[in-house]
Every structure is written in C-alpha cells, then in structure tokens.
C-alpha cells in the first residue's frame, strides 16, 4: 500500500488506502469513468486522430517518467504497462493503473539472465520486453519502455493484443525485431501533411523505445520530454476540438453522488500502511 501512495501524480490513478471486511480487502482508488485505453483503441467510432493521439501517448509517458523517478532516488518499475492498465479521466487524459506487478528498484539496475519461465502472472506476453520473456522476475525500467513502445504501436496501429498479434509479436522478439508498421503506414497515407508529420515522430520514438538493447532505449524523461515538445508544437484551440470530437463518440458513466449510494472517505476506516 505505501508502494501505490508513493505515486502521487497527476498521471497516475490516486490510491487512498485499503479497507478490510470479514474475509475480503479492498483496495480505494480514485475513479476514472473514461474505461481503458483498450476500449479506446477497439472502439472503432471513437475518432483518435494524430494529436488525440499525441495528448494521450504524452500523458503515459508523464506517468511512467514520474514512477521511475520517485523522491529519495526511488524508481517505481510499473511491470505490466498495456492498454488495458491505462484509465481515463472524463477530459479523455490518460492515467496509469494496476499496479499488482509494480516494484521498488535501485536508480541503476543491470539486466540478469536466468532460466526463462512464464509463471509470472504479472507478465502480459504481447507487451514484455525480450529480457522479461528470459527472465520473468527481472524489474528494470527499461522493460517499462519497451512496453510503452508497444503501446504506442497499439494507439498508431489501432490494433491491441489478441491471439494472432501475440504470437506474430513473440515471433519478431525472437528475431529481433520492431513492430510491423504496415498499419501504421496506412494511417500516414490517409493524413495531411502535419498530422503526417506527429505520426512519424511518433513511429520514431517508438522504435527507439522498442530496442532490443535496454541500454539503448531513452530513458522516460526524455521521451516525455520529446512529447511534450512536439505537443506544445501544435495549436491548443486544434487539440481541444479533436479531443471533443473523440469524447462525443465516447459513453462515460459519471456517478452523481445525488443518484448513487456513495459512501465519504471520512466515514470509511481506511488503512494507508
């Protein structure tokens, strides 16, 4: 529980504490009415277009060089970033979830090699980087950035994780090499010529980030970095009308707590150890 508090950031679903019943406990986290990312990506009428796009990849980044970069020199390895592990707010921003696989690691890790297993349930095959696929109990940050490229293959590609892409992906690993980039090119085609111009920066970080080398991949810093200059790039007025077209075609569930039954933090015995 001090491991999820420790992630305090608006990129990252706010923990507030645990609660205990008879034979159950609970975990109280914030709300995030938007779904997954996953739902995003499947829902073929909701429109993502370059800078809906661009806006969404910036924030998990935000998150991600966030985690890795805790006060006191601590670094948050997240373990199982995919879409479905990325919530989002009523204002379609992006924040992290899911934290069962999230570990405490020193700043400066070094990969190990040990016999490969996949007992690991934290482990989401289409998305571990090839030295998680070795060795499921390594926790590096790198591993976090391979995943977020993979991500970032899922948003430009409109395609998530099923049976065909996880073993075609599993395949390229072993031969080392990037995600297929056929959709992403069909999407460019379609574009004018800015959008063109977000979508192959985009590609480039995410094959950056796809490295087979860990030590080759860019730390998250500096992918949030590169992401937020080529958002500042584009017109604000742009990015909020595409971001409203997309949450037109978007059903959110918004509890009203005059329609619902809800229970205050204040009565609740919440424990935060």
């Not at 592990?85 to 204002?91: A, G, Q, R, S, Y």
């Not at 020193?106 to 998680?132: C, H, I, N, Q, V």
């Not at 031969?175 to 959008?195: A, G, Q």
């Not at 790039?233 to 909020?240: G, I, R, S």
Request: charged share 20%; hydrophobic share 40%; aromatic share 6%.
């Amino acid at each position: 529980m001090q491991l999820l508090q420790k992630a305090a950031n608006e990129h990252v679903v706010q923990t507030f504490g645990r609660i205990r019943w008879s034979n159950y406990m609970g975990i109280i986290m914030e709300y995030l009415p938007g779904g997954s990312l996953r739902r995003i990506i499947s829902k073929r009428t909701v429109p993502l277009t370059p800078s809906v796009i661009l806006r969404m990849i910036y924030d998990i980044a935000a998150g991600l060089a966030y985690m890795h970069n805790l006060p006191e020199k601590v670094c948050m390895v997240h373990g199982d970033i995919k879409p479905e592990n990325v919530l989002l707010t009523k204002e379609f921003r992006c924040k992290l979830a899911n934290f069962g696989s999230a570990r405490m690691v020193a700043m400066a890790s070094t990969p190990t090699t040990e016999a490969p297993t996949r007992k690991d349930p934290g482990m989401t095959l289409a998305y571990a980087a090839p030295e998680k696929l070795k060795n499921p109990n390594l926790k590096i940050k790198e591993q976090d950035t391979l995943s977020f490229g993979i991500v970032l293959h899922a948003l430009l590609a409109r395609q998530t994780s099923n049976t065909t892409f996880q073993v075609v992906y599993l395949v390229s690993v072993k031969k080392s090499n990037r995600p297929d980039t056929c959709k992403i090119d069909e999407f460019r085609n379609s574009l004018n010529f800015n959008d063109k111009q977000i979508i192959t920066s985009l590609e480039l970080i995410m094959t950056q980030c796809c490295h087979q080398d860990p030590e080759q991949r860019p730390t998250m810093v500096e992918v949030r970095d590169h992401l937020l200059e080529i958002l500042n790039d584009q017109d604000t007025a742009d990015v909020l009308n595409e971001v409203t077209g997309a949450l037109k075609q978007l059903s959110i569930n918004v509890i009203d707590p005059k329609k619902h039954q809800c229970l205050p933090l204040s009565q609740l015995r919440l424990a935060t150890g």
